[in-house]
């Protein structure tokens, strides 16, 4: 049974509570969505837990009972990081990390692995190879877990902002590329400018429309 955070007033909330996914848009901020956290444990009580864990962090906690509902889940939704337990019936922990890092679209999500074992060397070998980036096991201090799933939340929230920034910058590019085509460049006069600026004015419209 993984134990809840002990709660203590005036804790300081940690920083990935105040931490949005947003882009800048012409002087603006606009918020996307919230990361999410994937736990993955057979045992109903256990993912209650973790919920209360990472209560108060500006995430969305998505829990599944396996590892095979773990997989559809990855299919159709972005996670910031995993939280997985080692061993579970059927496709245990080990054996999903494997399928998660031999997927292109999840092979970068962290993993964390939790295990209700006793600290085994050979078993957190064994989660490393299969691709964990920790190996945690049970009981475990509730904020040191929290601490961990802030920082990767904290650079899935760096890495989200840096795309949106690429993405903007290659809109506006194709924009200038394809307004210097209407322009042309063998100096030939335009025929009709008022139409030209028009276009112009419209392809510019349509460019700052898909940033906003």
């Known amino acids: ?10 804790r300081r909330r940690d920083r990935a509570c105040e931490i949005t996914v947003q882009r800048s848009t012409g002087g603006r901020a606009v918020t996307s969505v919230r990361p999410k956290v994937l736990a993955v444990d057979d045992r109903r009580e256990n993912l209650v837990a973790l919920q209360a864990i990472l209560e108060g962090l500006a995430v969305e906690v998505v829990t599944v009972g396996g590892g095979e509902d773990a997989l559809k889940k990855l299919l159709v939704d972005d996670f910031a990081v995993i939280l997985l337990d080692a061993h579970m019936p059927g496709m245990d922990g ?45 009981p475990f201090d509730p904020w040191v877990l929290r601490s961990k799933v802030s920082v990767f939340v904290d650079l899935w929230t760096i890495q989200s902002q840096l795309a949106a920034r690429a993405a903007e910058n290659d809109a506006l590019g194709t924009a200038v590329d394809d307004v ?33």
């Open 180 to 212: 210097l085509d209407m322009l042309g460049t063998n100096g030939t006069p335009v025929a009709d400018p008022a139409a030209m600026l028009d276009r112009i004015r419209t392809r510019l419209g349509t460019a700052r429309a898909g940033l906003e």
């Open 1 to 10: 049974m993984i134990p809840p955070p002990h709660r203590t007033p005036g």
């Open 94 to 138: 080990f054996e999903t990390a494997e399928h998660i890092k031999r997927r292109e679209r999840t092979r970068h999500v962290p993993i964390l692995f939790l295990t209700a074992i006793d600290y085994d060397p050979h078993l957190a070998f064994r989660g490393y190879q299969a691709g964990a980036v920790d190996y945690i096991s049970k």
